[in-house]
């Protein structure tokens, strides 16, 4: 309601390095090592796969339940940072990363809209007013409280939704 009173300046927080990461610090866990590779992670719908692979192995395991209990927005911020570039390079639209601050302010497309973490950061589309959020539905994810079956679904739906 009141976001398209302030206009403001949109400020960017591209994540496209920071979904690289994915495949280029991989843990030495042998199942990290094989799975999260350049090949398979390449940014495609199929690639998703191994994400929920990865994600049900780190909500599963103790080893991967303690690295998200101590690691948890570095988690989010990967994840959704890779979810959100499949999800914009399929989208073939206009969409960027900014700051949620920039876009709540700038845009009424967030009112009444939470963040998931303390730092996120939103794809959104000037042209069309409007914003995907996929580190907070990776946070929601990893808590517990999914809104879809697994990341691929979501991604599928995202992009159906904004194609």
């Known amino acids: ?35 999260l590779t350049k090949r398979n992670l390449d940014f495609t719908i199929e690639s998703i796969r191994y994400i929920d692979a990865y994600t049900k192995r780190l909500s599963t395991t103790q080893m991967g339940r303690e690295l998200l209990k101590n690691h948890f927005d570095n988690f989010v911020v990967r994840i959704g940072a890779y979810i959100g570039e499949v999800i914009k390079r399929n989208i073939n639209q206009d969409y960027k990363w900014y700051e949620y601050d920039s876009v709540y302010h700038f845009s009424s497309a ?54």
Not at 12 to 17: A, E, S
Request: aromatic share 6%; charged share 30%.
């Open 1 to 35: 309601m009141f976001g398209s009173l302030n206009k403001t300046k949109l400020i960017k927080n591209d994540l496209k390095g920071i979904a690289k990461l994915m495949y280029q610090d991989v843990s030495d866990d042998t199942w990290d090592q094989e799975n």
């Open 110 to 163: 967030l009112d009444e809209v939470h963040r998931g973490i303390k730092t996120e950061t939103v794809l959104y589309s000037k042209k069309r007013d409007r914003v995907i959020m996929p580190l907070a539905v990776v946070a929601q994810h990893l808590e517990g409280n999914p809104a879809h079956a697994d990341f691929l679904e979501y991604v599928e739906e995202a992009i159906k939704q904004n194609s």
